[in-house]
């Protein structure tokens, strides 16, 4: 199910099966002048994507894949066939069955037809690195820049250890210190010079040590290149460790404290990690290391991680920004929802009452013996 039913430029949307991975999709519109804009950046399928509700780099200014999906066909375990959502661009009748389903990562039934909103590719690009003494200076910095209302199109805050690691790696000659990679899309290149001279100034009255700003196309591809690959270059580099991905987000008020009680955390116990964040939706991936040789290293990593994910959840946050549930993180399911998850299993029940989509997924254990 790996077909691009149709592309309907004039009303900007795609028709399209769930096999279909988004990169290609987006390959295939570039003549039309549209995109298709959350980028996970793994090699994703558009069913993948819906059924996470899956997000990236661009999230800040475009929205996640929530946004994008209009309508969908899915098969429900009886196997009926229904028609979700509308080909209109709003819409004010009935239940959203269509924001249920998109994010419900196949429990409640299986996209089989998508039609998916595109948007305009950017005029133009442009991008800046800043550094700063901390990560949590950078995180303040990522508060003033949202409230600032020059709308950053990626807005992304890394470790200095990621960047050791991708200068190693790719090259890029970045200084090793926390760091924010700032995107900017806009209609004329003199109008992004005005934005970016507004950005140095918010990141310089934020302490920043060093703010590179007009990155030209090439060295921001390269940079995002890097910053992609950043996840399996963290495997390939400690090939004695198991790596624990965190995905917690938090309000952006909330951002910078998260990002001191992970440092709090792992430091003091000498564990290897990489702050890797989504900054300007407040999301985290925090990336901890423990020896596979090694159970009660990996049994501290747990515990360090569990401490971290209930702290988000009491910032008012998520355990999962974009990666979802899947059984990983059903035990905090409970601490989330409170009395809204029984509304969910409700819901469960009633579209697969046999239980037969995706057994085991997002419920905690209780429901899964
Ligand atoms: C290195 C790396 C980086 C990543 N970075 C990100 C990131 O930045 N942002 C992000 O959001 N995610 C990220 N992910 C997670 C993942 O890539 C995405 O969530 C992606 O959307 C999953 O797509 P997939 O095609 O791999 O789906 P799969 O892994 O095959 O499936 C994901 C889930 O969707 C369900 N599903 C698949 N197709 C359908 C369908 N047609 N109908 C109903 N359910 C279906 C599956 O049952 C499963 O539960 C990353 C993963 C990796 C490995």
């Not at 507004?198 to 890097?226: H, N, Q, T, V, Y």
């Not at 159970?295 to 959840?313: F, G, H, M």
Request: aromatic share 6%; proline share 5%.
């Amino acid at each position: 199910m790996n077909r691009i039913l149709a592309i309907r430029e004039e009303d900007f949307q795609a028709d399209v099966e769930p096999g279909v991975v988004y990169q290609d999709l987006n390959d295939k519109l570039r003549h039309t002048g549209l995109f298709f804009p959350p980028d996970p950046g793994a090699r994703a399928t558009l069913g993948g994507m819906i059924a996470n509700n899956a997000s990236g780099t661009r999230t800040v200014l475009y929205g996640s894949t929530r946004d994008y999906v209009m309508r969908m066909v899915v098969a429900l375990s009886s196997g009926e066939l229904i028609e979700l959502g509308t080909r209109a661009s709003k819409s004010s009748s009935g239940y959203s069955l269509i924001h249920l389903f998109v994010g419900s990562e196949g429990t409640l039934g299986i996209v089989v037809e998508a039609t998916l909103r595109l948007v305009g590719f950017p005029v133009e690009y442009s991008a800046a690195v800043a550094t700063f003494p901390s990560v949590e200076a950078a995180a303040r910095a990522v508060y003033d820049l949202k409230r600032s209302g020059l709308n950053p199109a990626a807005l992304e805050l890394l470790g200095p250890e990621c960047i050791g690691l991708m200068n190693r790696v790719h090259q890029l000659g970045l200084d090793v210190a926390p760091t924010l990679f700032i995107e900017f899309h806009g209609p004329t290149t003199s109008q992004l010079a005005e934005v970016l001279d507004a950005a140095g100034e918010i990141c310089a009255s934020g302490g920043s040590l060093g703010f590179r700003p007009g990155l030209g196309r090439a060295e921001r591809d390269r940079i995002f290149k890097a910053r992609h690959a950043l996840g399996e270059m963290i495997q390939h580099n400690h090939p004695e460790h198991r790596i624990l991905i965190m995905d917690v987000a938090v309000p952006i008020t909330a951002y910078a404290e998260l990002l001191a009680a992970m440092r709090a955390e792992v430091e003091p116990r000498g564990l290897i990690h990489y702050t890797l964040s989504h900054a300007g939706n407040g999301n985290v991936h925090l990336n901890i290391a423990g020896r596979k040789d090694d159970p009660a290293e990996w049994a501290l990593v747990q515990e360090v991680s569990e401490r971290l994910v209930r702290k988000a959840i009491s910032l008012g946050g998520t355990a999962t920004g974009e990666h979802g549930v899947g059984m990983g993180k059903r035990k905090y399911m409970a601490a989330q929802h409170g009395a809204s998850l029984a509304w969910m299993r409700r819901v469960k029940a009633l579209f697969d009452p046999h239980g037969i989509l995706n057994p085991g997924k997002i419920f905690p254990a209780e429901d899964n013996p």
